[in-house]
């Protein structure tokens, strides 16, 4: 007897991850369920949003949310993460659909060993210097790379939009303390995890195991995030930081979801994860499919869902 591969005949079609919108920022309402839709009630009245087109929410201050519409959220496979004001802390998530192991085992396979996964931290920063091969850098002058070019980045953005730029500052217990480019910064700096985090996690991926950054549950996260730190939320910001400094975190919100619209950030995230992690899914894999083998002491996997004690695993 199996339930791996059922689902109830209500529950959404899942859309694939590219095709989803990037994110969704509520605050002060009641998030709630409408057959296969979520409903966000305030006191402007009703709003219906399609589960399966969400890549993340973020639920921010004053938002309470119902157990089935988490439930119709977990069906479709969106991310779920509380945040704080103007989205700009990151709280807790909720774990997302995943069908598969496939990547999770690659992911693991190459952190477990030193080298592999300096092999992928290199990767990660050829991603970054196109023009330039890190196979021989070790990872002090990566790091020293990474810096430069983000000072590089904030300079050019600043003269491409005339937004005065002084410093990197981030105040983690006052976000209005920074000016506004700074704010905008933290805002698409956070927005970006958060969007990132739901790739991560529909994919079946670790978001622990990094391999830039160590020692935090969102490490591959922040991994993969700053891998379009420069071409897309550091942009974004100083977009939003031009038109002044009222509601920049919102502004800064709308300016990203743009910018991940045009460039198709969903598709490219999930392309490169996989090439990163030199993943490629079985030919005998159908789309939607649940599929849960039994592995053997010869490391062949065998069907599951049946009774071996008469039957010998070789």
């Known amino acids: 007897m199996s339930t791996v591969s059922r689902r109830g005949g209500s529950s959404p079609e899942l859309a694939r991850v590219g095709d989803r919108i990037s994110f969704i920022y509520l605050e002060r309402c009641t998030v709630h369920r409408d057959d296969n839709a ?8 009703v709003t ?99 810096g430069h070019r983000i000072k590089d980045c904030y300079r050019r953005e600043s003269t491409r939009t005339g937004v005065a730029w002084r410093r990197r500052e981030y105040h983690r217990d006052d976000f209005s303390a920074g ?3 700074n704010q905008a910064v933290t805002a698409a700096a956070q927005c970006m995890y958060g969007i990132v985090h739901a790739v991560v996690s529909a994919l079946g991926c670790s978001p622990a195991l990094g391999f830039v ?13 700053d891998l379009y730190k420069a071409d897309v939320g ?62 053997s002491d010869s490391d062949i996997r065998v069907e599951g869902g049946r009774n071996y004690g008469d039957v010998p695993i070789w």
Not at 255 to 263: G, K, Q, S
Request: include cysteine.
């Open 234 to 295: 550091i942009p974004a910001a100083f977009d939003a930081a031009a038109d002044g400094s009222e509601e920049v975190a919102s502004r800064t919100r709308r300016a990203l979801r743009d910018r991940i619209t045009e460039t198709g950030l969903l598709d490219r995230c999930v392309r490169d994860i996989k090439s990163l992690l030199d993943y490629e899914e079985p030919h005998d894999t159908v789309a939607g499919e649940d599929r849960m083998t039994l592995q």
């Open 179 to 181: 000016d506004a480019p």
């Open 48 to 146: 219906h949003i399609p589960s399966a087109t969400i890549g993340t929410l973020l639920l921010g201050p004053g938002t309470r949310v119902t157990q089935q519409a988490m439930a119709v959220l977990g069906e479709s496979g969106a991310g779920v993460a509380w945040v704080g004001e103007h989205g700009v802390r990151f709280y807790a998530g909720g774990r997302a659909l995943t069908r598969s192991s496939g990547l999770a085992e690659a992911q693991a396979t190459a952190w477990a060993n030193r080298r592999t996964r300096l092999e992928v931290a290199r990767a990660m920063y050829r991603l970054r210097f196109p023009d330039e091969d890190p196979a021989g850098r070790t990872r002090q002058e990566l790091l020293s790379m990474e």
């Open 213 to 225: 950054h160590s020692g935090h549950e969102r490490s591959f996260v922040l991994d993969v995030a």
């Open 38 to 45: 979520i409903t966000a009630t305030d006191a402007d009245g």
